[in-house]
């Protein structure tokens, strides 16, 4: 792995793991602050489920989850180590915010949420910057399998017919 690379995926960590500390250690819980009026706030919430604040078990089942999802991601990055930029940058962006999240819940039983949008009575559920990276990563990975298909798909294995 390259230091670009390397780079990417502590930078999410730390930037994940100093805006919670910051959060934590400045706010009471459930507060909320206006950033552009109603429409994005930094309100501090603590989700002890799964993402979006979704409770289907407990929070220790979803610490192990957690860790089992990093490590199919590790399996995944090593099978495709050699593949281009575009999908290790994706694969080490959910990696890296599964690895923020994680650290949350080990250290506290729960993850740190405090990206507030919406508009009006219509929020988005609330989020940090670990949740961020997974999804655009995972968009990463997503554009990456689509284009995938598209070159096999444009060029199949050619049969030997007798």
């Known amino acids: 792995m390259n230091i670009a690379l390397a780079g990417l995926f502590a930078g999410v960590i730390a930037l994940d793991q100093a805006t919670k500390w910051f959060i934590k250690n400045s706010m009471h819980l459930g507060q ?11 309100t501090f919430v603590e989700n002890d489920g799964i993402a979006f604040g979704l409770h289907i078990a407990s929070g220790k089942f979803f610490t192990v989850l957690s860790a089992a999802a990093c490590a199919l991601i590790v399996a995944f990055f090593w099978k495709h180590r050699r593949a281009g930029n575009g999908l290790r ?6 990696l890296g915010g599964a690895v ?8 506290f039983g729960r993850v740190v949420d405090f990206v507030d949008v919406g508009v009006r009575h219509i929020r988005w559920p609330v989020f940090n910057i670990a949740d961020s990276a997974v999804v655009i990563g995972t968009g990463i990975v997503l554009a990456w399998m689509i284009r995938e298909d598209r070159k096999h798909n444009a060029h199949p294995a050619q049969s030997s017919s007798p």
């Open 32 to 42: 909320s602050v206006p950033i552009l009026g109603d429409t994005v706030r930094i």
């Open 89 to 94: 940058s994706g694969l080490l962006l959910i």
């Open 100 to 107: 923020g999240n994680l650290v949350d819940r080990i250290a």
